[in-house]
C-alpha cells in the first residue's frame, strides 16, 4: 500500500502490454499480497498509453518495450516518449529475453528497472517497495501487512524481508547447541546476531564470551582461547580460565574466525570433536558444555582455497550457516536505522534532534553504505555531537561525513624507493577502472545476466545499470579530454 505524508493511498498502476495475462496477474497480486484497494489499468499500444497518461497520473508503469513498437521502432526512443510523460512514477521495463545492453537503454530512457519475461511478481513488487524508498518518489510502497511496521529483533533493527528471513533463521536455530557460522561484510551485525542467537537459546541464562581472533596476538591468541597453568611460560603468575572455559554451559562467539593460525585451528577442531580443552602448560583434559557460533567477513571457500582455513574445520563449523546482506541490498531499513541511532545519541549527549529533513533522507536511501549499519551509526554520532537542531541536514552530514570528505593523495612519481614501485604507479588504474573490469568479469561469467551478477558480488542490480551510466560518462570525459589535448 502506498503512503503519502502519512496518509494511505490506493496503488494506481498502468499496464502497457498486448499480453492480457500480466494485467490479470498484477491485479490477482493487487488484490490478494500487497493493496487490496488498488487499482491497475491496461492498454495494449504505445499510443494508447500516450493517451492515458495525458489524463491520468500513474504510481507505477509496467511497460513491454514490444507493445510500444507503434511510437518509434527504436524501443529506447519509444520508452522515452511515456517516461517523460509521467515524471512521478516507478517505471518497470520489459521484454521477452534480456540483455545488459537493452537494460541499459531502458534506463537511459527513465525507466528504473528492467525485467525479462516471464515475469516472478513476488519479486517484481519487493523490487517496487525498494525503488519506491531509494529514489524517494511521492508514494513509498510498502505491503499491506508491513505498512508502517518497525521490528526491534534483539538488538537489530528493520523490518525489510531480508532480514524478516534473518530473524526467523535466528529463531529457529536459536534452541539448537550445533555450531553457526554467521557470514556477512563488515558492519552487518554479526555478534549482534551472535548475541541473538545466545539470547534466544536455552543458554541464555549462562555467559555468552566473545573473543575476537584478529585482534590478539599469535602467541597468546591460545592462553586467551583455552586458558594456561601458572608457570607454563614466563609471566604466567597464576591459573587462568580461557574465553572457552569461562563460556561453559553458554555460549563462545569467535569473531574473524579466519584469522587464527593454522596450528590453532588444529587444537579448536579437536575441541569440537571431543568437548574437552587443556589449558596451556596443562596435560588433564577439561570437558566442557559450550556452543560454539563464528563468523567472518571473509570468503570461507577462497580461505580454504588460500590455504589459510582447514577445510575439516571448516565443515565441523558450518553446520547452522547464516549470511547477513550488507545494508545497500535493504534499503526499506536505512532510515529505521538511522532514525533509531539519532534518537539514542540525542537522548545520550542531550541534544533536540528528532528526525531528518526530506532531502538528507532521500540522500541516505540512495547511497551504497560500503561501511554497512557501523558506517551509518559513526556518521549519525558524528552529526549528533557537533551539532544540535530538531533535524538533520544535508550541510550537518556533509560536514561529519569524513569518510565521503576523505579525497585521496596523490602519490608521488618522483624520489620513488625503487623501479619496481615506479612501474607499479604506472600500472595503477582509476578505482572505477577496477571496479568496471570487476562488474564486467561477473557479467561475462553469468552470460550477461545481471541479477545472477549482483547476486554473486553481493550488490543490488540498480547499482550495476548506475555504475554502468557512469563509466560511460567518465569515458566520454577522458576522451573529450584526449582530443583536446591532441
Same mark, same amino acid.
Given at each position: 500500500?502506498? =503512503?503519502?505524508?502519512?496518509?494511505?493511498?490506493?496503488?494506481?498502476?498502468?499496464? =502497457?502490454?498486448?499480453?492480457? /495475462?500480466?494485467?490479470?496477474?498484477?491485479?490477482?497480486?493487487? #488484490?490478494?499480497?500487497?493493496?487490496?484497494?488498488?487499482?491497475?489499468?491496461?492498454?495494449?499500444?504505445?499510443?494508447?498509453?500516450?493517451?492515458?497518461?495525458? #489524463?491520468?497520473?500513474?504510481?507505477?508503469?509496467?511497460?513491454?518495450?514490444?507493445?510500444? #513498437?507503434?511510437?518509434?521502432?527504436?524501443?529506447?526512443?519509444?520508452?522515452?516518449?511515456?517516461? /517523460?510523460?509521467?515524471?512521478?512514477?516507478? =517505471?518497470?521495463?520489459?521484454?521477452?529475453?534480456?540483455?545488459?545492453?537493452?537494460?541499459?537503454?531502458?534506463?537511459?530512457?527513465?525507466?528504473?528497472?528492467?525485467?525479462?519475461?516471464?515475469?516472478?511478481?513476488?519479486?517484481?513488487?519487493?523490487?517496487?517497495?525498494?525503488?519506491?524508498?531509494?529514489?524517494?518518489? $511521492?508514494?513509498?510502497?510498502?505491503?499491506?501487512?508491513?505498512?508502517?511496521?518497525?521490528?526491534?529483533?534483539?538488538?537489530?533493527?528493520?523490518? /525489510?524481508?531480508? @532480514?524478516?528471513?534473518?530473524?526467523?533463521?535466528?529463531?529457529? +536455530?536459536?534452541?539448537?547447541?550445533?555450531?553457526?557460522?554467521?557470514?556477512?561484510?563488515?558492519?552487518?551485525?554479526?555478534?549482534?546476531?551472535?548475541?541473538?542467537?545466545?539470547?534466544?537459546?536455552?543458554?541464555?541464562?549462562?555467559?555468552?564470551?566473545? +573473543?575476537?581472533?584478529?585482534?590478539?596476538?599469535?602467541?597468546?591468541?591460545?592462553?586467551?582461547?583455552?586458558?594456561?597453568?601458572?608457570?607454563?611460560?614466563?609471566?604466567? @603468575?597464576?591459573?587462568?580460565?580461557?574465553?572457552?572455559?569461562?563460556?561453559?554451559?553458554?555460549?563462545?562467539?569467535?569473531?574473524?574466525?579466519?584469522?587464527?593460525?593454522?596450528?590453532?585451528?588444529?587444537?579448536?577442531?579437536?575441541?569440537?570433536?571431543?568437548?574437552?580443552?587443556?589449558?596451556?602448560?596443562?596435560?588433564?583434559?577439561?570437558?566442557?558444555?559450550?556452543?560454539?557460533?563464528?563468523?567472518?567477513?571473509?570468503?570461507?571457500?577462497?580461505?580454504?582455497?588460500?590455504? =589459510?582455513?582447514?577445510?575439516?574445520?571448516?565443515? $565441523?563449523?558450518?553446520?547452522?550457516?547464516?549470511?547477513?546482506?550488507?545494508?545497500?541490498?535493504? &534499503?526499506?531499513?536505512?532510515?529505521?536505522?538511522?532514525?533509531?541511532?539519532?534518537?539514542?545519541?540525542?537522548?545520550?549527549?542531550?541534544?533536540?534532534?528528532?528526525?531528518?529533513?526530506?532531502?538528507?533522507?532521500?540522500?541516505? @536511501?540512495?547511497?551504497?553504505?560500503?561501511?554497512?549499519?557501523?558506517?551509518?551509526?559513526?556518521? +549519525?554520532?558524528?552529526?549528533?555531537?557537533?551539532?544540535?537542531?530538531?533535524?538533520?541536514?544535508?550541510?550537518?552530514? $556533509?560536514?561529519?561525513?569524513?569518510?565521503?570528505?576523505? !579525497? &585521496?593523495?596523490?602519490?608521488?612519481?618522483?624520489?620513488?624507493?625503487? $623501479?619496481?614501485?615506479?612501474?607499479?604507479?604506472?600500472? @595503477?588504474?582509476?578505482?572505477?577502472?577496477?571496479?568496471?573490469?570487476?562488474?564486467?568479469?561477473?557479467?561475462?561469467?553469468?552470460?550477461?545476466?545481471?541479477?545472477?551478477?549482483?547476486? !554473486?558480488?553481493?550488490?543490488?542490480?540498480?547499482?550495476?545499470?548506475?555504475?554502468?551510466?557512469?563509466?560511460?560518462?567518465?569515458? !566520454?570525459?577522458?576522451?573529450?579530454?584526449?582530443?583536446?589535448?591532441?
Amino acid at each position: 500500500m502506498p =503512503v503519502a505524508n502519512g496518509t494511505a493511498c490506493s496503488t494506481q498502476i498502468l499496464v =502497457v502490454d498486448q499480453d492480457r /495475462s500480466v494485467h490479470q496477474n498484477c491485479e490477482k497480486f493487487l #488484490s490478494r499480497q500487497w493493496d487490496s484497494d488498488g487499482t491497475c489499468t491496461q492498454v495494449d499500444c504505445g499510443r494508447s498509453a500516450q493517451s492515458t497518461l495525458k #489524463s491520468h497520473e500513474y504510481d507505477v508503469i509496467i511497460c513491454d518495450l514490444d507493445t510500444i #513498437s507503434d511510437l518509434d521502432s527504436d524501443s529506447e526512443s519509444a520508452l522515452l516518449k511515456l517516461t /517523460s510523460l509521467a515524471p512521478g512514477a516507478l =517505471v518497470l521495463a520489459l521484454s521477452n529475453g534480456g540483455s545488459v545492453s537493452m537494460a541499459m537503454a531502458c534506463m537511459r530512457s527513465g525507466a528504473h528497472d528492467y525485467f525479462a519475461k516471464p515475469l516472478n511478481l513476488q519479486v517484481v513488487f519487493e523490487r517496487i517497495e525498494e525503488l519506491s524508498l531509494r529514489h524517494g518518489k $511521492r508514494r513509498q510502497f510498502a505491503q499491506t501487512n508491513t505498512q508502517a511496521e518497525t521490528v526491534d529483533f534483539e538488538g537489530f533493527v528493520g523490518a /525489510s524481508p531480508q @532480514m524478516k528471513v534473518i530473524y526467523d533463521q535466528i529463531t529457529r +536455530i536459536a534452541p539448537s547447541s550445533a555450531p553457526v557460522f554467521i557470514t556477512g561484510e563488515s558492519g552487518t551485525g554479526k555478534e549482534v546476531c551472535a548475541e541473538a542467537l545466545h539470547a534466544r537459546s536455552p543458554r541464555a541464562d549462562k555467559r555468552f564470551v566473545a +573473543i575476537n581472533c584478529g585482534a590478539i596476538p599469535r602467541d597468546l591468541m591460545e592462553s586467551e582461547l583455552f586458558g594456561v597453568v601458572k608457570g607454563a611460560f614466563t609471566g604466567a @603468575m597464576e591459573d587462568r580460565a580461557g574465553a572457552a572455559e569461562l563460556a561453559n554451559g553458554g555460549t563462545l562467539f569467535l569473531d574473524e574466525i579466519g584469522e587464527l593460525d593454522l596450528s590453532l585451528q588444529a587444537k579448536l577442531l579437536r575441541f569440537l570433536q571431543t568437548g574437552t580443552i587443556n589449558r596451556v602448560g596443562d596435560a588433564m583434559p577439561r570437558e566442557l558444555d559450550v556452543r560454539i557460533i563464528c563468523a567472518t567477513n571473509r570468503n570461507p571457500m577462497q580461505m580454504i582455497t588460500d590455504k =589459510v582455513f582447514r577445510e575439516d574445520l571448516f565443515y $565441523r563449523l558450518h553446520v547452522l550457516p547464516i549470511h547477513l546482506p550488507p545494508l545497500r541490498q535493504r &534499503p526499506a531499513d536505512i532510515m529505521p536505522i538511522a532514525e533509531n541511532f539519532l534518537a539514542q545519541y540525542a537522548r545520550e549527549e542531550g541534544k533536540n534532534f528528532v528526525g531528518f529533513d526530506r532531502e538528507t533522507a532521500e540522500r541516505f @536511501m540512495s547511497r551504497d553504505w560500503p561501511g554497512n549499519v557501523r558506517q551509518v551509526q559513526n556518521l +549519525i554520532r558524528r552529526i549528533v555531537v557537533m551539532h544540535d537542531d530538531e533535524l538533520v541536514t544535508l550541510r550537518m552530514v $556533509r560536514l561529519a561525513d569524513i569518510e565521503a570528505n576523505g !579525497a &585521496p593523495q596523490p602519490v608521488p612519481t618522483t624520489h620513488m624507493p625503487n $623501479r619496481h614501485a615506479q612501474e607499479a604507479v604506472q600500472q @595503477m588504474q582509476p578505482l572505477w577502472k577496477q571496479e568496471q573490469k570487476i562488474i564486467e568479469d561477473a557479467l561475462t561469467a553469468f552470460g550477461g545476466n545481471i541479477s545472477q551478477a549482483a547476486a !554473486a558480488l553481493e550488490i543490488s542490480p540498480s547499482t550495476i545499470y548506475r555504475k554502468k551510466q557512469t563509466w560511460e560518462k567518465l569515458e !566520454a570525459e577522458a576522451l573529450a579530454r584526449s582530443v583536446s589535448a591532441a
